[in-house]
């Protein structure tokens, strides 16, 4: 795979995990010495990613990742991701805009009996978990998780007041007390969760739904905390 396909945000996550993960604990000792012997100092973040993942072989591109296929295949730019990357986190120009939307809105598949909410309480196990789709040294294991793996919500977004979430997104807290029920947020909720980028073009936040890291039906379970009036994101 050419190291060409990263793009910047990739690799400034990549260092981030390499450098967590520990290249020291390599047990080619000849390819640890070389990465020791690598001046980090007055390398750009792209070049030491590269040097971290390719040269000093901090992570494992061959290892299998939780979806299938293998961990470097991660590395490899999707179309949005392609187009979204040209922006190094600016907003989106109308033209982008328009056609990263589109394509997101094309990604979306609804339940066939239409969208319905689940049950609040497997929605708050789903966006509390931290476990699906991790990239490690050993992969998650989900065979003994009733409700499969989870969506990361808390890692990025405030939802109830008894826990506390991050800040990457806005706060979810009283989602549905400030925002109801209506079909219309029902569809809003349903296609944000599956793929962001149909309202907010080149966003962070991942594509739960089209990427398959969420079912319809784990979905319909996360909306229910965000919307059920009992869920204590509405308490
Ligand atoms: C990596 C960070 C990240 C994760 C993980 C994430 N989100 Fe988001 N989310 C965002 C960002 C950032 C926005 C704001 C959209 C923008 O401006 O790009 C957002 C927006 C939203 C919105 C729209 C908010 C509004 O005011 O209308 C909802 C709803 C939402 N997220 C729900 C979820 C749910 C549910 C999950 C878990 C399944 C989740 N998010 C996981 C980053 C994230």
């Given at each position: ?10 690799l ?6 390499v ?6 604990s ?20 792209e ?9 000093a ?14 961990a470097?295949?991660?590395l ?5 991701q392609?187009?979204?990357t040209?922006l ?7 033209e ?17 009996g239409?969208i ?17 789709y991790?990239?490690g ?9 009733k409700?499969?793996?989870?969506g990361n919500c ?6 109830a ?20 029920t209506?079909?219309?947020i ?11 980028n ?6 962070h936040?991942?594509?739960m ?8 039906e ?5 909306m229910?905390?965000l919307?059920?009036p009992?869920s204590?994101?509405?308490k």
């Amino acid at each position: 795979m050419s190291s060409k396909l990263i793009s910047k945000v990739t690799l400034t996550a990549m260092t981030t995990a390499v450098l967590s993960a520990g290249i020291g604990s390599t047990s080619n000792a000849a390819e640890s010495d070389k990465a020791a012997a690598a001046d980090y100092t007055k390398m750009s973040p792209e070049a030491l990613a590269e040097h971290l993942i390719f040269k000093a072989k901090g992570f494992k591109l061959e290892q299998p990742a939780q979806e299938g296929g293998l961990a470097g295949k991660r590395l490899e730019q999707d179309e949005t991701q392609k187009i979204c990357t040209v922006l190094r986190g600016k907003a989106a120009d109308a033209e982008t805009a328009e056609k990263v939307t589109a394509m997101a809105r094309d990604s979306i598949r609804y339940p066939e009996g239409g969208i319905q909410l689940g049950d609040w309480k497997i929605g708050r196990e789903l966006a509390w978990s931290g476990f699906g789709y991790r990239i490690g040294h050993k992969n998650d294991d989900h065979s003994g998780a009733k409700n499969g793996p989870g969506g990361n919500c808390y890692n990025c977004h405030q939802l109830a007041t008894d826990r506390t979430g991050g800040n990457i997104g806005p706060t979810l807290t009283g989602y549905g007390k400030l925002r109801g029920t209506s079909e219309a947020i029902l569809k809003y909720t349903y296609d944000v969760i599956y793929n962001a980028n149909a309202y907010f073009p080149c966003t962070h936040m991942p594509r739960m739904g089209a990427n398959g890291m969420l079912s319809s039906e784990q979905i319909s379970h996360i909306m229910a905390y965000l919307l059920d009036p009992e869920s204590p994101v509405n308490k």
